[in-house]
């Protein structure tokens, strides 16, 4: 097939996979009005990509690729390896910089009607400084500070394991704006729910977890790492029993504080088990990365479940959760 071929069918408007739908059961998230409890994790969604397959407006929010002050080109290869379960992933934030994103993605998403979450990343605190000062006044209707992601050389996941960093962090983010903050948890803590004390003492709206578990692979024909970065994130089904419990954790350390779960969901059942372990809402990512309609799917089955459970949908139309 020729290249220009491929750009006209690249360009044709595809048939959604999945036909609008009148949500019933929607849900609150520090003040957000989500139309339905299921999101996309950040780095799992592009509406260029997405969009060919669903309409994204449909979706409780849509989280955003993590955004930094300039391009990133990320990790070199190979960045991606199997694992029983899962897949481990080195990318290491590859984006094309906050001013690109306000000028493409983000008008792009909010047009289409989207609930938006731009993802903030950076390697220090004046990289977070300059993007949410870059977001403050956007269209974006929550910030959500990654910092947690194991895949980059420094800042990152070292702000979110240690609660002295993330408070001093949140200290110069929180006079930046107005937008609901929501900081996303890493697993690889000795306590999660002492971190997220400190991101809502530092002034964090929400909290969304959980980012990556540490992993790798070997190749066994060199012994050597398969990731070119050595150690990579885990995610898919196999982290799912760990997101579950930090969670019920992080419920119950912070009885009032919205929680966004995160972590091997691939069902609408998986999605309301993190729901009764006292989450808000819940955002699919390592499915959506085999599935790309795995987002909408899920919030579809979930709808289903949720019919069943009006004690449930009661407490989520309010912004309340089940524990």
Same mark, same amino acid.
């Given at each position: ?8 069918? *690249? ?23 989500? #139309? ?53 992933? =080195? ?29 903030? =990343? ?6 977070? =400084? ?11 209707? *929550? ?37 609901? *903050?929501?900081? #996303? ?108 309609? =795995? ?29």
């Amino acid at each position: 097939m020729s290249n220009m071929s491929v750009d006209m069918e *690249m360009n044709e408007t595809p048939t959604s996979v999945y036909e609008p739908h009148e949500w019933k059961h929607g849900t609150v998230v520090a003040g957000i009005s989500w #139309k339905n409890p299921v999101g996309t994790a950040s780095g799992t969604f592009q509406v260029d990509a997405c969009g060919r397959f669903y309409d994204v407006s449909q979706l409780g929010s849509v989280t955003t690729k993590g955004v930094s002050p300039v391009p990133w080109l990320g990790n070199p290869g190979v960045r991606t390896a199997e694992c029983p379960g899962g897949t481990v992933n =080195a990318v290491g934030l590859q984006n094309p910089g906050v001013d690109h994103y306000l000028d493409y993605d983000l008008p792009k998403l909010k047009k289409l009607g989207a609930t938006v979450i731009a993802n903030v =990343a950076g390697h220090c605190d004046d990289d977070y =400084a300059q993007v949410v000062e870059k977001l403050a006044d956007s269209n974006a209707d *929550m910030l959500e500070i990654n910092v947690s992601c194991p895949n980059v050389t420094h800042g990152g996941m070292s702000v979110g394991t240690d609660p002295v960093a993330l408070s001093r962090l949140m200290d110069r983010l929180r006079p930046l704006t107005n937008k609901p *903050m929501i900081v #996303k948890l890493t697993p690889n803590v000795t306590d999660i729910a002492a971190i997220a004390k400190s991101a809502v003492e530092g002034g964090a709206d929400a909290l969304s977890m959980i980012n990556t578990l540490v992993g790798m692979r070997i190749d066994i024909r060199t012994g050597e790492p398969i990731i070119a970065n050595r150690t990579g994130g885990v995610s898919g089904p196999c982290v799912f029993p760990v997101g579950l419990a930090c969670v019920w954790r992080v419920r119950t350390a912070l009885p009032d504080v919205p929680i966004i779960g995160i972590g091997g969901i691939d069902s609408g059942k998986k999605a309301l088990e993190y729901l009764y372990a006292g989450a808000n809402a819940v955002e699919v990512g390592g499915a959506a990365l085999y599935d790309p309609t =795995a987002p909408i799917r899920v919030a579809l089955e979930l709808e289903e479940l949720l019919d069943s459970r009006p004690q449930l949908t009661e407490k989520l139309a309010k912004g309340d959760t089940w524990r």
